[in-house]
């Protein structure tokens, strides 16, 4: 390779460095905790976007509640099994984290109101939102199908979802709700960069298995992450910590987990083992589990 292009194998270094080392080393803030505010039925809610205070937040609050109710699985099969549990943090929670929006962003007067980190969700209960749940090594007798739909949506600077998890293959379609540009940066397991105009939605399909890091580079607060898998057993738990896994074959398994801030792996060979559960055909077993706090 000629020396004049040896710089420019530094960017992927430095974008996979920034990403992963500033947010950790930004960690001391006057934000508000990031624990949900519980809506007007004592239900605890999302807090996904804002202030609780903001009308706008309190939508974006109204709105991500709706996304998790409206969450469906697919019916059990004959002869297969269910897993479903709730994942909660043990310990108090840690400090917020720094979370600033640069004032010299174009779109700073936007964004700023809505959005703050997503490191750690956590509802009044302190149930965990964005942990991936699957279960441990499991080779599947045919080759796993993509998804026939998966999006993740600009809005209001934010990704939605924070962290998605796919089949193998399938296509995600980049939605923008903003009336301004974002993009949609993958590094590491998925490698693209899509420009996302409102009314203009992108489609890029996600071939590698494993982690994908995303950023906005418009708008760099913008963080988000995709988990690539080779089966179908796996899900990414709700506002309320809740998750399920259908259409397992009977047998005995080892749950993992990944968590952006709890439970954190590059590799998904060294993800954390949370517990062992026995499958069987025709039930759903249950398996609840905790993350400490860090
Ligand atoms: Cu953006």
Same mark, same amino acid.
């Given at each position: 390779?000629?020396?004049?292009?040896?710089?420019?194998?530094?960017?992927?270094?430095?974008?996979?460095?920034?990403?992963?080392?500033?947010?950790?080393?930004?960690?001391?803030?006057?934000?508000?905790?990031? +624990?949900?505010?519980?809506?007007?039925?004592?239900?605890? +809610?999302?807090?996904?976007?804002?202030?609780?205070?903001?009308?706008?937040?309190?939508?974006? &609050?109204?709105?991500?509640?709706?996304?998790?109710?409206?969450?469906?699985?697919?019916?059990?099969?004959?002869?297969?099994?269910?897993?479903?549990?709730?994942?909660?943090?043990?310990?108090?929670?840690?400090?917020?984290?720094?979370?600033? &929006?640069?004032?010299?962003?174009?779109?700073?007067?936007? /964004?700023?109101?809505?959005?703050?980190?997503?490191?750690?969700?956590?509802?009044?209960?302190?149930?965990?939102?964005?942990?991936?749940?699957?279960?441990?090594?499991?080779?599947?007798?045919?080759?796993?199908?993509?998804?026939?739909?998966?999006?993740?949506?600009?809005?209001? /600077?934010?990704? +939605?979802?924070?962290?998605?998890?796919?089949?193998?293959?399938?296509?995600?379609?980049?939605?923008?709700?903003?009336?301004?540009?974002?993009?949609?940066?993958?590094?590491?397991?998925?490698?693209?960069?899509?420009?996302?105009?409102?009314?203009?939605?992108?489609?890029?399909?996600?071939?590698?298995?494993?982690?994908?890091?995303?950023? /906005?580079?418009?708008?760099?607060?913008?963080?988000?992450?995709?988990? +690539?898998?080779?089966?179908?057993?796996?899900?990414?738990?709700?506002?309320?910590?809740?998750?399920?896994?259908?259409?397992?074959?009977?047998?005995?398994?080892?749950?993992?987990?990944?968590?952006?801030?709890?439970?954190?792996?590059?590799?998904?060979?060294?993800?954390?083992?949370?517990?062992?559960?026995?499958?069987?055909?025709?039930?759903?077993?249950?398996?609840?589990?905790?993350?400490?706090?860090?």
């Amino acid at each position: 390779m000629k020396r004049r292009y040896l710089p420019l194998l530094l960017i992927p270094i430095l974008a996979v460095l920034a990403y992963v080392v500033l947010p950790n080393a930004a960690s001391r803030a006057d934000e508000e905790p990031a +624990v949900a505010p519980k809506n007007t039925e004592g239900k605890e +809610v999302a807090q996904a976007t804002g202030s609780p205070k903001s009308t706008e937040g309190s939508k974006s &609050v109204a709105a991500s509640a709706k996304e998790t109710a409206s969450k469906t699985y697919p019916a059990l099969l004959p002869g297969m099994g269910a897993l479903e549990g709730k994942v909660v943090l043990v310990g108090d929670p840690p400090a917020p984290e720094a979370f600033a &929006v640069s004032t010299s962003n174009k779109d700073h007067a936007a /964004c700023v109101a809505h959005v703050r980190s997503e490191r750690l969700t956590l509802s009044a209960d302190k149930e965990i939102r964005d942990v991936v749940i699957a279960i441990s090594g499991y080779k599947p007798k045919t080759r796993v199908k993509p998804q026939k739909s998966a999006v993740i949506n600009n809005d209001k /600077c934010s990704f +939605v979802p924070h962290v998605l998890a796919v089949t193998r293959g399938t296509r995600v379609q980049l939605t923008n709700n903003d009336p301004f540009m974002h993009n949609t940066h993958g590094l590491l397991g998925n490698e693209f960069n899509l420009a996302v105009m409102k009314g203009v939605p992108q489609r890029q399909r996600l071939a590698k298995p494993g982690w994908t890091a995303l950023q /906005c580079d418009i708008h760099p607060w913008m963080k988000g992450h995709i988990h +690539v898998f080779d089966h179908d057993l796996f899900d990414v738990s709700d506002a309320a910590g809740d998750f399920k896994l259908v259409n397992i074959p009977p047998g005995e398994y080892e749950i993992e987990v990944w968590h952006e801030k709890l439970a954190f792996s590059f590799d998904p060979k060294t993800w954390r083992k949370v517990g062992k559960v026995k499958i069987e055909a025709g039930k759903t077993a249950r398996l609840d589990f905790t993350l400490p706090t860090p």
